[in-house]
């Protein structure tokens, strides 16, 4: 009877020993072997499973029959192709899976590494202070990859974000009091949940303005604010600006004077007020015009370039 290798292929991403209810059920069963100690045969070792480490994988499995082999994350697919070759039943059985974000992991453990004595010397030289413009720059760019339409880049460009963010965390965590990227993870985990009561308490709602309102009111109860207009960024955009300062006071039922003089500054604000009135977006229609007429520009400099050379 030919003898059956099961590939145990475990996840590295999560803690050794960490397997499923069958994994262990088959590790107890057979000889386990390996090519390398790891914390995977040590985490079985410490279980009370033997684990042997081979040089001459097939040869040892052929010869011992069923067994298990310590597999790496992607099954070890030319020692199954010789045991296979040479007469054997192979099986790949997962032991541990990635779960969703397993995949940030990688990025925490590679920005670990370069923020790190020994890493990259120009993340180590940085600041919160001297990064801050690039967490703008990064967004912007993710910006332009939504309004291009170009998902892939917004793939690429959302992964930059991130590296920003990331990168800040790991700076904070080399800074006596400062905090982690489990921290910052933790914080917003909860402020979800505080925030989302219609999913995460069964609370009753009847409609997105509804849970708006809701988000709205368990913000001013986690915030002590003294006006509407506490928290707004005053440094983003003048338009963005004014037409959050505008939701703010209208959401909150303060007194709304528009100016109503005729200079450029008077003008933009009242426009910025009847989009927001609209639920428009005047910051995105502003910048899609202004892309538009640089496009029929360029659209423009190409013909006459085009009628010069003729």
């Given at each position: ?15 050794a020993?960490l ?50 082999w310590?597999a ?15 007469g054997?039943?192979v ?10 974000g ?15 004595p ?5 993340k ?6 001297s ?12 910006l ?19 590296l920003q963010?990331?990168l800040h965390a ?14 910052v ?6 402020k979800?949940i505080?925030r ?61 004077d ?29 910048r ?23």
């Amino acid at each position: 009877m030919p003898a059956r290798i099961a590939l145990l292929v475990t996840s590295p991403r999560l803690p050794a020993g960490l397997l499923a209810a069958a994994a262990w059920d088959l590790v107890r069963a057979r000889p386990v072997f390996t090519a390398a100690e790891s914390g995977q045969a040590g985490a079985l070792r410490a279980a009370g499973v033997p684990v042997t480490v081979t040089g001459d994988p097939v040869h040892t499995l052929l010869s011992t029959g069923d067994s298990v082999w310590l597999a790496g994350p992607d099954g070890d697919p030319e020692l199954a192709a010789q045991l296979r070759q040479a007469g054997a039943r192979v099986e790949v059985v997962q032991g541990s899976w990635d779960p969703p974000g397993a995949r940030l992991l990688d990025v925490v453990s590679v920005m670990d590494r370069l923020a790190s004595p020994g890493g990259d010397p120009w993340k180590l030289a940085q600041t919160h202070e001297s990064l801050a413009r690039f967490l703008l720059e990064e967004a912007y760019e993710a910006l332009d990859a939504i309004a291009s339409g170009d998902r892939d880049a917004l793939r690429e460009e959302l992964g930059d974000v991130l590296l920003q963010v990331v990168l800040h965390a790991r700076l904070a965590s080399n800074q006596p009091g400062g905090w982690s990227i489990d921290e910052v993870a933790g914080d917003l985990a909860e402020k979800m949940i505080r925030r989302n009561p219609h999913v995460f308490a069964g609370a009753p709602t009847r409609d997105i303005e509804e849970i708006t309102q809701e988000w709205e009111r368990i913000k001013r109860e986690e915030k002590a604010r003294g006006s509407a207009l506490d928290g707004i960024v005053y440094t983003q955009p003048a338009l963005a600006l004014a037409t959050k300062i505008i939701s703010r006071a209208r959401r909150s039922g303060a007194e709304l004077d528009l100016p109503a003089g005729d200079g450029l500054g008077e003008r933009l604000l009242r426009t910025a007020a009847e989009a927001q009135q609209r639920d428009e977006d005047a910051e995105g229609a502003l910048r899609a015009a202004a892309l538009r007429l640089a496009d029929a520009i360029r659209a423009r400099e190409g013909a006459r370039k085009l009628s010069d050379t003729r």
